[in-house]
């Protein structure tokens, strides 16, 4: 890998499972949402991953592992899903044949009218799975879709020729904005920035997240604006679930903090 | 030694094997079951060193197999490497004591290293085995520490007492070094 060789080695550990800095890892799913190229890396190591359990290769399990899978595969069996076949014509026929010819007539109209049944079902099950086939097929178009605007919008934001263009009404001067956006069920949030002021080397801003239920605040990912006091971050939770009455950021050391510090640079706006 | 974009047989056969289970041909997981067993087993085995406790990884990972074939994309890889990490997570969740997952990792792990064959497959183990040989001996331990015993970056460092960055170099340097040897 070429492009990225600051996520190299921090590739390798993620292939392992092996990564457990929370900051390190929540930096890494984000570019990897991002980047193909990593992604292929990624791809590549686990097969490096896949090299090394072969070494491991070797007895083979007594049998009765054998009969205990057998067992418990016989015990659930999977019944194929297909429309009913027209092989059960063949096999009636033969059955039929035996008996005298009125019998045979009377019971082939029987045999008709059970197999358009039969064959109207199919064309029912038919029917339906096609529509089926063809709802996914709308639903992955639109995941399609939604994924591509998603890359396209984290490939804007990651451009090195980003231009953030802030509007603003004439002969005021721009103020300082950042905008969260948190998602309680995927335990995740993402952060945009805009003319913030500059910070020292070893600063940075920190968000954090307000429980609702009073507990202290919790860090939620830290990030260092650009020369234009422009910045945005996406932050993964330590668990998802957590009810936010709201967010607040601050200023900490490089590294970020886990309580915050005085003062509250950011706070909600207030609503009405 | 096959690699990458030839088509060999037993591959094909791997292919139409999970297709058969599709259809729930359970002569078709009794076929891939003796011929992958010894993988996922010795995986297992190697992770847990114990008998029992890898007969069931063994268990649950055909038996999912069984009941999602689908997890397994004949197009992005070979059955016996997926297989063979898919019994790693396995058995890594049974010794952290974690919840095993409730269905198989749709991982895309796609090796060029033909593993169908019996004799190929020996080969490719045999030389795996090589170059984990040929490493450093300290690279060596850090990459089977992470992989066998399941360990975190951080944890190698404190019981090696080598610092984080290198303990990173050192996996990744291993890892490479076993894909060069395949390439």
Known sequence: ????????????????????????????????????EC???????????????????????????????LSAIAAEPRVPKKAPQPYTVGRLRSRWFSFAPVAVMLMLAV???LLGFQVSTANREAKAARAEVERMRAELARNNRELAQNKAIADLMHAPDAWHVDLVAQHTRPQPQI??????????????????????????????????DGSAPMPAGWFKPDNNGNGWMYHAMQSAGINAKG???????????QTPTPPIMFAPAPTG | MRVSGTQAPDHKDDAALIDRMRAGDQSAMADL???YSGVVYGVA???????????DVVQEVFLQLWRNPGAFDAGRGRLAPWLAVIARNRAIDHLRKRAPE???????????????????RKLAVEKVRGVLTQLPQDQRKVLEMAFFEGMTHSEIAGKTGEPLGTVKTRIRTGLLALRKAFA
Request: glycine share 6%; aromatic share 6%; with cysteine.
């Open chain 2, 102 to 120: 409730e269905d198989i990792d749709e991982l895309p792990i796609s090796t060029g290293v033909d593993m169908e064959d019996e004799a190929a």
């Open chain 1, 247 to 257: 967010f607040a950021v601050t200023i900490e050391n490089a590294g970020g903090s």
């Open chain 1, 179 to 212: 905008k969260t956006i948190y998602s309680k069920q995927q335990g995740s949030l993402m952060l945009t920035a805009t003319s913030l002021a500059p910070l020292p080397e070893n600063k940075v801003y920190e968000l954090w997240l307000l429980p609702s």
């Open chain 2, 45 to 55: 085995l190697r992770v847990l060193a114990n008998t029992t406790a890898a007969e």
């Open chain 1, 111 to 113: 045999f008709s009218i």
């Open chain 2, 33 to 35: 079951y003796d011929r």
């Open chain 1, 1 to 36: 890998m070429n492009g990225h060789p600051q996520y190299a080695e921090a590739l390798a550990l993620y292939a392992l499972g092996a990564l457990d800095n929370p900051r390190e890892l929540a930096e890494l799913e984000t570019h990897l949402g991002t980047c193909g």
């Open chain 1, 39 to 69: 992604r292929r890396e990624l791809e590549a190591l686990r097969a490096d991953t896949a090299l090394l359990a072969l070494s491991a290769v070797g007895p083979k399990p007594p049998d009765r592992a054998r009969q205990r899978l």
